[in-house]
């Protein structure tokens, strides 16, 4: 395979400061054999040269089914249909975790998620809860989707469309995908000798997706498609997506000096700018939470949390994990976003400090009734 560095020269990665990365299981399990350090060894160099850095990072590994399927390589009678891969799927995971925990000086800690986790709003605050507590603790998440269970799943049958979730999930500057190929190509390069790699795309077009050929592998079930499916995802979230060769040592050192040779796809607008966006103008649920003139003075500044002490009561009905909006004590609207907590508790939450959560309701779900990243402010003249 010819080197990334020859026909993509070096361009800047984005700013980062916590970033996903998504390792295939043509990294993982090379040759269709087990689980390998081969490749994965220069991948959580630039993990821990991250870490060291003060950046924190996301990682959504592959592999657990080619490492069950060899585990059990003498018994010809594992099939390949779904239940076959869900038992696979269960049998791989300890080797895949093991394998990362191995070449990581701090804790890996496995998190398994499915599509339904993230479709659900409680579930989805839950998991995202979860992932910040360890990025807090200088834990290494490792994410894979909940193949034993997740049937639905295993019929999409890839992991960049998880990475790509799992970004937004966790308000990640960058997508990070590595795979066995050097970057997008204008064409299959197994079929066309005249196939040129693409440094950088603007926007995934029609024209773009047509590039993508079909999966690379027996091992892997991801192809270039479905990466940029992953990255168009990630874009509408307003986080960039880099492609890069994993197997290249030069590529993958690179990156930690921040410079990429692979293609790099742009997100239109900024991280925040998208999800800001969509907080102002999300259909809310039909719920209002009032708070007190300091709250909203703070809250102006765009740096706040909201807090229970400046609450002054809540109306209507709406769910932890529902959008609201947010009223100051004139009723004029300040700001939107997720509550953590339904109407119910944020009517006895009202007024209280935040280290009284946990007496107060007998359980807490965190300090914040609407935590800064799930708020966008609305311009009505209030001043910080």
Known sequence: ?????????????PPWRRAVLKVGSNLLAAGGGGL???????????????????RQVVLVSSGAVAAGRALLRERST??????????LAALGQ????AL??????????????????????????????????????????????????AVDELKLGDNDNLAA??????????????????????????????AVPIARVEAISPEVMAMAGGSGSSVGTGGMRTKLEAATKAAAAGIPTVLFNGRDDATVQALACGRLHGTLI???????????????????????????????????????SLLPGGILGADGEFQRGDLVEILDAAERPV????????????????????REIDTVLGYSHGAEVVHRDDLATLDNGVTP
């Open 100 to 149: 990362w925990q191995a070449l990581s000086a701090r804790p890996v800690a496995q998190v398994l998620l499915t599509h339904d986790d993230l479709r659900n709003r409680r579930r989805y605050l839950n998991a995202r809860a979860t992932l910040r507590g360890l990025l807090t603790l200088d834990v290494l998440p490792v994410v894979n989707e909940n193949d034993t269970v």
């Open 78 to 87: 594992v099939g390949r249909d779904i239940a076959a891969r869900q038992a």
């Open 165 to 194: 979730i799992v970004a937004a999930l966790v308000d990640a500057d960058l997508l990070l995908i590595a795979s066995d190929v050097e970057a997008l190509y204008s064409a299959d390069p197994r079929r066309d000798p005249l």
């Open 36 to 54: 390998t350090p081969r490749y994965a060894e220069a991948l959580a160099a630039f993990v821990a040269a991250s870490h060291a850095d003060g």
């Open 1 to 13: 395979m010819m080197s990334a560095i020859e026909p993509l020269p070096a361009q800047p990665l």
């Open 335 to 354: 700001a939107r976003g997720l509550s953590q907590y339904a109407v119910a508790e944020v009517r006895r939450l009202a007024g209280r400090h935040s």
């Open 94 to 97: 300890t080797p895949m975790i």
């Open 266 to 304: 742009c997100a239109p607008g900024g991280r925040m700018q998208a999800r800001k966006y969509w907080l102002r103008h999300a259909p809310p649920a039909s719920g209002r939470i009032r708070i007190d003139h300091g709250a909203a003075q703070a809250l102006a500044g765009g740096r706040a």
